[in-house]
């Protein structure tokens, strides 16, 4: 129903009108805090969300489970409702201009991750079991997406707080499977092929190496994982998360080092959770694209936005943030946030 | 004391560490509320607040107030502190890498527009007269920061309202100017070049064809403005308005023309106050940049993004926004709520 739409003037893409409009929490301030008798992502109310697409365990009570979004954002197969109207109406409309209003269905998967069977709000709430699971099934999602051939990158991210866009208070991902690679990708992707002809190294070997050796903005490492503040962090308390050695999708981390990985994230999340007293924030991953073969310099890398200050005007106008907190005072109040016994 | 910092894996500048770490708001969700005896954008309490950069009228009682920002994020002549211990760092830090942790001081001037004399929150809530003001201090501050020399490129915005960033319920604007041109004006002004060699036409005027044609996206037309709903707007509910005809900078307006932009710009305003119930909003605009050669073919443009939907991590991570609410509903919406005396 919904459409991928590109401003002619700016070159960006939008997705636009959709299943969303109608779901419960639109324009509303308070995520839902549903007791957990109410909660649709509670045990016991999987009648409430639609069939699994897969939980863990396989068998027996689940403890993450992976279902279709209710109020996607992109569709299988899109109604041919709003594209169709959309180019009988750029048909009637061009005339012989060469500007098009650019437009492309809406096609896609959106799923949610539910990571708890209980009704937790954090991922510092889990067992390191359990959020190992979460991980795992990241990864699954993106190497059977990778298989079903009809998506080029896998968005997944995770909103926390009503402050950072999250409609339901229980602990959940999501994930938006998409026909194009977004531009902040193909981005990143072109300076990494850059950085690896200039240099002869993958760019983000260079900027860890250059973080451990100053260590001022790093936040924590082990001998697989590295979380430091970037240099030009848009927002107060930003942490990039990353493997140590060059690995360019998050599908090669194998079942045993799943723990590993949990167990770092959620250090670092817990840090902030601390340090900040548990403030909403935004966690995505960035990982190569499924049928791109520039990816030998790429490293997957996660990213979390902690929500405590706004963006304004001036970022909205201009894309240069304006962050009052040095990365280097970041890591500082991060690093000092250690979890201790 | 603040400084520009590039991003080296996505490419993005971000102002740095700065005096508004120290500013009231930091953190707090609600808007200062002050009565107008605390307020410092009042009349009567000048003294709150840097002296003025200009007044209007020049003299007797000021209706508008142009004055440096007491928080600001770039400064005329930044303290050579954090600037100066980074580059000792990055020296210390680069043994041959190609790639560099690039910066630039945080030079630049920041000022705040303060609209009225009066407590009031919203341009609405001015004459026609005292609105014209407010627009002829943006096309003044404009005209002297380019005779000025120091700043390529000035960005004119106004946050209304807490979830929009602002941080004092007066009504005011605020400017930055800065050394450098913003990335996303500088891929406007190559998409119009490139629009230009094309189709022969400068790309907004093509584009303002083609609403004024199908008039589904159109909010309000005069023979000098239109007002429309962008084909991929980000935002629920996001207006630009234009000059109808070609005009590359605000500056170009003359003082009798100041009266129906006002009128014109406050009336789209209205529209949004009425029909989404004064929504916090950002407003930009967006003006050609003071040293190019290149703005024969681009229109100024002032852009509203009403802040009713929330940014979540897709939007962050794909750059790619989610907007539920198609365009031409949102235009039927703003264009049923017109002002009826």
């Known amino acids: 129903m919904s459409e991928f739409r590109q401003d002619p003037l700016s070159g960006r893409w939008a997705i636009i009108g959709s299943e969303r409009a109608g779901r419960p929490n639109e324009f509303v301030e308070q995520a839902m805090r549903y007791s957990s008798a109410a909660c649709p992502f509670c045990a016991g109310n999987e009648s409430a969300t639609p069939p699994a697409i897969v939980q863990y365990p396989s068998s027996g009570p689940w403890k993450v489970r992976v ?9 299988p197969d899109p109604a041919p409702a709003l594209s169709q109207r959309v180019s009988d109406r750029t048909a009637g409309r061009a005339r012989g201009h060469l500007f098009p209003f650019a437009s492309a269905p809406g096609e896609g998967v959106h799923e949610v991750i539910v990571e708890s069977a209980r009704h937790v709000v954090s991922l510092t709430d889990l067992t390191p079991d359990e959020a190992a699971l979460v991980f795992r099934s990241y990864r699954d999602r993106l190497r059977s997406l990778r298989a079903d051939g009809r998506c080029r990158y896998v968005q997944i991210f995770k909103n926390v707080g009503p402050a950072a866009g999250a409609s339901i208070e229980h602990a959940h991902s999501q994930l938006i499977g998409m026909p194009q690679v977004p531009e902040t990708i193909e981005r990143e992707l072109q300076r990494c092929e850059l950085a690896q002809r200039q240099s002869g190294r993958p760019l983000l070997e260079t900027i860890l190496e250059a973080e451990v050796a100053t260590g001022e903005r790093l936040v924590a490492q082990t001998s697989d994982f590295i979380a430091h503040c ?45 340090a900040l007293g548990r403030p909403a924030y935004n966690l995505f991953l960035y990982t190569e694209p499924f049928d791109s073969h520039r990816c030998d310099h ?26 009052p907190v040095p990365p280097e005072l970041a890591a500082e109040t991060l690093r000092a946030a250690e979890h201790v016994d």
Chains 1, 2 share one sequence.
Request: aromatic share 16%.
């Open 67 to 75: 279902i279709p979004n209710k109020y996607p954002a992109v569709a």
């Open 230 to 274: 970037p240099w030009a962090s848009r927002f107060a308390y930003q942490v990039s998360i990353a493997p140590r050695k060059q690995q360019a999708s998050f599908e090669a981390l194998e079942d045993s080092e799943m723990g590993k990985a949990a167990r770092f994230i959620c250090d670092i999340i817990g840090r902030m959770e601390r």
């Open 298 to 323: 790429y490293h997957w890398h996660i990213e979390i936005f902690p929500r405590v200050t706004k963006t304004a005007g001036f970022e909205w106008s201009t894309d240069c943030f304006i962050n």
